[in-house]
């Protein structure tokens, strides 16, 4: 039922920025996390940064300091703005939504992914 569109990838040079965005479309209920992950080749996905539906929010050690995470409820959408960018944060980024409904079902959506690329 949730679509979750991700846009903003690209090719950088190390210390540039990007700012991606994951706009999702459906019903997500007011108890969500919304959340970035990412998955280099050989490597398994892991979180880089999650923020809930009141604003809290959770990084990565590797990458505290540089990304910050930010929503925009109204829009439902997700936004992870990326600076100081490392040849190590070169990546497919995975939009990820988990909600959860008044009856306390858990859903879970994935975005197909955007390629990140920092060179050197």
């Known amino acids: 039922q949730v679509q979750l569109v991700e846009s903003g990838g690209g090719l950088v040079q190390a210390g540039g920025s990007l700012r991606l965005s994951c706009a999702a479309s459906g019903t997500i209920f007011r108890s969500n996390v919304m959340g970035w992950y990412r998955q280099a080749p050989g490597n398994q996905r892991e979180l880089v940064a999650g923020?809930?539906?009141?604003?809290?929010?959770n990084y990565a050690d590797s990458v505290k300091g540089r990304f910050t995470i930010s929503r925009d409820n109204a829009k439902n959408t997700v936004y992870l703005q990326m600076n100081s960018l490392k040849p190590e944060d070169t990546a497919v980024y995975y939009c990820n939504v988990r909600t959860s409904d008044t009856w306390r079902r858990q859903f879970n959506y994935w975005g197909q992914g955007t390629q990140v690329t920092v060179s050197s």
């Open positions: 923020i809930t539906n009141d604003g809290s929010t």
